[in-house]
């Protein structure tokens, strides 16, 4: 059971607009904790995607943007593309602790 | 730039401990914590503890506290973590971090009679 929560999955045609969320509560996101967003494909480590809510790290596409309100946060993906697929995660802090959530698997169709 | 190097696949069995390193590069050890986080098959990553490699002071789960032991050698830039009382639940990458942005390959620990 993790502690932020995600949908199972999400799915959009090329192109295509898709968000996914992640909802916490006071003592995590609520409390301003930093909401970071990564994507992981089989086999390899989670790759960050969205740093401190709306972040983007060098080389990551402007098509990836994120936002937080009150205990919860969101990733919107526009213009999908085949590589997008894979699961994505969004983590917080409780505390020192490290949270997140159990991972959203996105699928182009 | 940044590197983080991990142990290698470990197999254990059930009651056994398993110590994996994670080797750091490209920074100054001491400037940041080092975390170490694993992902059961399927799961989503499971934050399991950090330690301050200036300090050596540590901060664990509530959930390892008492089976995870995170250390650190200053002298070759390399943070350890040990879990010892193996259960087949702990199969799962482990992976040490830098931060958010910097994590190491990931070492499978299968636990297994």
């Known amino acids: 059971q993790s502690v932020l929560t995600q949908p199972p999955s999400v799915s959009g045609a090329p192109g295509q607009r898709v968000t996914i969320s992640c909802t916490g509560s006071?003592?995590?996101?609520?409390?301003?904790?930093?909401v970071h967003w990564y994507h992981q494909l089989p086999g390899t480590a989670p790759k960050l995607l969205i740093s401190?809510?709306?972040n983007r790290p060098s080389g990551v596409p402007d098509r990836f943007s994120g936002s937080k309100s009150g205990t919860s946060a969101s990733l919107a993906i526009t213009g999908l593309q085949a590589e997008d697929g894979g699961d994505y995660y969004c983590?917080?802090?409780?505390?020192?602790?490290?949270?997140f959530g159990g991972g959203t698997e996105l699928t182009v169709l | 730039q940044v590197q983080l190097v991990q142990s290698g696949t470990e197999v254990k069995k059930p009651g056994a401990s398993v110590k994996v390193s994670c080797k750091a590069s490209?920074?100054?050890?001491?400037?940041?914590?080092m975390h170490w986080v694993r992902q059961a098959p399927g799961q989503g990553p499971e934050w399991m503890g950090r330690?301050?490699?200036?300090?050596?002071?540590?901060i664990y789960a509530q959930k390892f506290q008492g089976r995870v032991t995170v250390t650190r050698d200053t002298s070759i830039s390399t943070a350890y973590m040990e879990l010892s009382r193996l259960r087949s639940d702990d199969t799962a990458v482990y992976y040490c971090?830098?931060?958010?942005?910097?994590w190491g390959q990931g070492t499978l620990v299968t636990v297994s009679s």
């Open positions: 330690i301050n490699p200036n300090s050596g002071v540590t």
């Open positions: 971090a830098r931060g958010p942005g910097n």
């Open positions: 401190r809510h709306s």
């Open positions: 490209g920074y100054t050890f001491t400037d940041n914590y």
């Open positions: 006071s003592s995590n996101i609520g409390a301003g904790s930093d």
């Open positions: 983590q917080s802090f409780d505390g020192s602790m490290w949270v």
